[in-house]
């Protein structure tokens, strides 16, 4: 039979570590939050948002560039695209907001996709 004295506990510094990571995520899905219920609100107007105002979900398999490298990365993408061109982007959600982030207009095709997405970016067509 097992007892109590067998279970694993975590050290002080580790505990207070893990809270304070704890109490940065809730602030963070908390800012998030507040964020989308203003996209929602003000979805006539387009707000630039940047990919660094989401933090990487280490429990899924993504790839996060810095804007820049996702802009580049967008730009192959689209190169050569037309109206039937059908794109799908997998675990890179950086990519896919900054194709997301253009103007509708200036994209060649309306078929662009994420693959093994957060939900964080999820929207309704």
């Not at 203003?38 to 105002?53: L, T, Y």
């Amino acid at each position: 039979m097992d007892s109590d004295d067998d279970m694993p506990v975590l050290s002080a510094h580790a505990l207070a570590a893990l809270q304070e990571f704890k109490q940065d995520e809730k602030a963070r899905q908390e800012a998030f939050e507040k964020m989308y219920q203003k996209a929602e609100d003000d979805f006539s107007e387009r707000k630039q948002v940047s990919i660094d105002d989401f933090k990487e979900d280490w429990q899924l398999s993504q790839f996060w560039y810095s804007d820049s490298t996702a802009d580049t990365l967008a730009d192959a993408l689209l190169d050569g695209a037309d109206e039937d061109t059908v794109i799908c982007i997998a675990s890179a959600p950086s990519v896919y907001a900054a194709i997301k982030k253009r103007d509708p207009k200036t994209l060649p095709t309306t078929e662009i996709y994420l693959l093994e997405y957060d939900k964080r970016f999820e929207f309704e067509r």
